[in-house]
C-alpha cells in the first residue's frame, strides 16, 4: 500500500490551547483525505475530509490543511477540550469514480488534554 | 450516517480455533470492509467485501485465513482461522455511504488469542 504517516506519535496540551495534529503522504495521485478520530474502545469516527482541489477546509473548531507540494496534512483543533483526548488518524484514498473504496492510514497520533 | 453494530465485542479464544465476526449495519450499503488493528497500531485493510461477489483482499490477507460472507446489503461476516496469538487484534467493519461517499466504522471486535 502507499505510505501515510504522521510525524509525532504523542501530543500533550492544555485545555483551551489549539492542536496541531500533523501527517505526511507519499503517493502524490492520492485526492481525498480523511482525519478520524478514535476513542479508546471504539472504532475510528470521521472527523473531516479535503479533496486535493482545496488547501483547506473548516468545521466545527476543526480545520484541515492540504500542502500538495510537500505531501503534507494537518489538522488544526481550536480551544482543545478533555473530550478531544483522543488517537487521531489520517487516511487517503486515490478516489476511483464514485466510490471511496479503500482507505491507507496513517500511523496515528494519540492527543492528550490536560485540564 | 450509519449505525454499525458488531458481534461479538470481545474474545478469547484458544490458539487453532475460529471465530466468526458479525456486522451489520442499520441500512442497506453496498460496499462494506474488514480492517484489522493491532495493538497500538494503525489500521490496515483486509479486504473489501460486496454483496453478490466474491470478497478482493488485500496483499498479505488470504481467502482461506479469513474468509468473508455477504448474504445482503445488510449483514457481513468475518472468520479468523486456525488462530494463532500473531492474530490478536482488533477487527472493524465499516461501510461507505452518503454523497460524499464517507467510511464509517463499527466499534469493532477486541480478539485475544491465547
Known amino acids: 500500500g502507499e505510505s501515510v504517516g504522521l510525524h509525532l506519535p504523542t501530543l500533550s496540551v492544555q485545555e483551551g490551547d489549539n492542536s496541531i495534529i500533523n501527517c505526511a503522504y507519499s503517493n502524490s495521485a492520492s485526492d481525498y483525505f480523511i482525519w478520524y478520530k478514535q476513542e479508546s474502545g471504539k472504532g475510528p469516527q470521521f472527523i473531516i475530509d479535503i479533496r486535493s482541489n482545496m488547501d483547506k477546509r473548516q468545521g466545527q473548531r476543526v480545520t484541515v490543511l492540504l500542502n500538495k507540494t510537500v505531501k503534507h496534512l494537518s489538522l488544526q483543533i481550536a480551544a482543545t477540550q478533555p473530550g478531544d483526548s483522543a488517537v487521531y488518524f489520517c487516511a487517503e484514498n486515490t478516489n476511483r469514480g464514485s466510490t471511496l473504496g479503500r482507505l491507507y492510514f496513517g500511523r496515528g497520533t494519540q492527543l492528550t488534554v490536560w485540564p | 450516517s450509519a449505525v454499525i453494530s458488531q458481534k461479538p465485542s470481545r474474545d478469547i479464544c484458544q490458539r487453532g480455533t475460529s471465530l466468526t465476526i458479525q456486522c451489520q449495519v442499520d441500512s442497506q450499503v453496498t460496499m462494506m470492509f474488514w480492517y484489522r488493528q493491532q495493538p497500538g497500531q494503525s489500521l490496515t485493510l483486509i479486504a473489501t467485501?460486496?454483496?453478490?461477489?466474491?470478497?478482493?483482499?488485500e496483499s498479505g490477507f488470504v481467502i482461506d485465513k479469513f474468509p468473508i460472507s455477504r448474504p445482503n446489503l445488510t449483514f457481513s461476516t468475518l472468520t479468523v482461522s486456525n488462530m494463532s496469538p500473531e492474530d490478536s487484534s482488533i477487527y472493524l467493519c465499516?461501510?461507505?455511504?452518503?454523497?460524499?461517499?464517507?467510511?464509517?466504522f463499527g466499534p469493532g471486535t477486541r480478539l485475544t488469542v491465547l
Open positions: 467485501a460486496n454483496q453478490g461477489s466474491e470478497a478482493t483482499y
Open positions: 465499516s461501510v461507505e455511504k452518503g454523497w460524499r461517499n464517507e467510511q464509517f
